[in-house]
């Protein structure tokens, strides 16, 4: 019976779990549509794409040649470090138009 109740606790425990993180532990980023740039608020880190390297690039401090408007800011959460995946979606979903101004939120 023992073995039962570990088996049934085991298999809800996985179906709970997606790549790893649980579906309770969602991270939180920033997105900046203007800069196409998410920033990790538990770590402090950047993700950008980087076009010369067609990657994904994290950083503590993103180069010179991105700026992110403070203001154009959009909350987005993943459950995972690489919130970039969905970034097709996230460009659709929070794209600016001119003089638009956001909060963080």
Do not use: C
């Not at 203007?34 to 990790?40: D, E, I, L, M, R």
Request: charged share 25%.
């Amino acid at each position: 019976m023992k073995k039962f109740v570990f088996a049934i606790a085991l298999l809800f425990a996985l179906t709970r779990t997606t790549n790893g993180f649980s579906q309770d532990h969602r991270m939180k980023y920033y997105y900046y549509p203007s800069s196409n740039v998410y920033y990790n608020v538990s770590t402090g880190e950047y993700w950008y794409y980087d076009t010369p390297t067609t990657k994904w690039v994290e950083v503590k401090t993103l180069p010179t040649t991105i700026t992110v408007e403070k203001t154009l800011v959009d909350t987005v959460y993943y459950n995972g470090p690489d919130v970039w995946k969905e970034n097709a979606m996230h460009q659709k979903k929070y794209k600016t138009k001119k003089n638009e101004v956001k909060q963080k939120g």
